[in-house]
């Protein structure tokens, strides 16, 4: 799989972390861990995971199985395990969290265990996103690792399980297609503060901002009638709301299935810009829940007139949303975006 990617010639910023031939590593650190699952009597590890051997499914496996007793304890659960604070861990997102006290970069973990870790979040990512994604961590929480976190529910290889990582505008997850009926294997986070805790308007810097350029030019291209069904004067939705909405409730914004069709590809543009830094499997994932639940006629798209930054028509936050489908774009004072994605609406939001 191309889209692990070892050399950090991207990632200068972050001197700590050192370069690594990719096959090399995968041969010492398989062999370590076998050697490891050996002693305690684990399952030997297999030699391809869901996706084959150099797939993020595979490496979260090797993870698992590199890990001594003591490190499980902290930071491997049930599938169902609920935190009495939190409610079940595993699904849960917030737009800045630690699902696990130990930082990666912690004497907790080993050189390589960090290795692991970067290259499930670079397997999950498509590899033009990895320098964006690394660049905002640097922007946020001074490089990736120093402020990032992970748990892994379930058994690797034995049955369901999902290693979800954390930090400042990050919510990720690898579950191997565990987790029934939602995306990306449950709600993630994504955000972006790239000049300081308020941006300035147009965002200059942020990684994430062209996805609202493209949603903005779509409102201009809307007629004058279109736009003031679309332009939400008050009403803004709270960040963590992007639960699903009962049935019957009303949705906010213009109806896409009312838009023209040029309109309507232009809505299927800015999906495709929204999935876009994901892998592929996970792309398809989105667009299989979206078909199951009327596609993107049975969704609404939003522009809110509250927190415009420089009060310049440009819209910082805007929302797409279905019957089971949310991406919620709040750009004011920075970019956050909750997204929450399944084939059933029922499915419950942990945030």
Not at 40 to 66: H, K, T
Not at 105 to 114: C, P
Not at 288 to 303: V, W
Request: charged share 20%; aromatic share 10%.
């Amino acid at each position: 799989m191309d889209s692990l990617h070892f050399s950090r010639q991207h990632d200068t910023r972050n001197p700590s972390f050192q370069s690594v031939d990719r096959r090399a590593f995968l041969q010492r650190t398989g062999i370590a861990a076998m050697a490891a699952s050996a002693q305690l009597g684990l399952p030997a590890l297999s030699a391809a995971g869901p996706g084959g051997a150099d797939s993020p499914e595979s490496m979260v496996q090797l993870l698992y199985e590199s890990f001594t007793p003591g490190q499980r304890e902290k930071v491997c659960f049930d599938w169902g395990h609920e935190d009495e604070q939190r409610g079940l861990l595993r699904s849960r997102v917030a737009a800045n969290w630690m699902v696990t006290p130990p930082t990666l970069n912690s004497e907790f973990y080993t050189d390589d265990q960090r290795q692991m870790v970067r290259a499930i979040l670079e397997g999950i990512l498509q590899p033009a996103w990895h320098e964006r994604i690394y660049r905002a961590q640097q922007d946020d929480s001074d490089g990736f690792g120093k402020h990032n976190s992970v748990a892994l529910f379930g058994r690797p290889g034995a049955g369901k399980f999902e290693l979800v990582l954390t930090g400042r505008h990050m919510t990720l997850r690898c579950d191997g297609n565990s987790a029934e009926h939602v995306a990306f294997g449950g709600p993630i986070f994504y955000g972006h503060a790239a000049k300081g805790f308020r941006e300035a308007a147009n965002h200059p810097g942020n990684v994430f901002w062209p996805q609202a350029v493209e949603a903005n030019r779509l409102y201009q291209a809307l007629d004058g009638r279109q736009q003031q069904q679309a332009l939400v004067r008050q009403g803004l939705p709270e960040q963590s709301q992007v639960g699903f909405r009962a049935h019957g409730d009303a949705f906010q914004g213009i109806a896409v299935r009312d838009l023209s069709a040029d309109q309507q590809q232009r809505v299927q543009e800015i999906l495709q810009l929204l999935i876009e830094p994901y892998r592929q499997t996970d792309q398809d994932e989105v667009v299989a829940c979206l078909r199951k639940q009327g596609g993107l006629e049975a969704c609404h798209l939003a522009f809110y007139a509250q927190n415009d930054i420089g009060n310049d028509g440009v819209w910082d936050n805007w929302r797409l949303e279905g019957p089971a489908f949310v991406w919620h774009y709040r750009g004011s004072p920075h970019v956050h975006v909750w997204v929450n994605v399944a084939d059933d609406p029922t499915v419950r939001l942990n945030a």
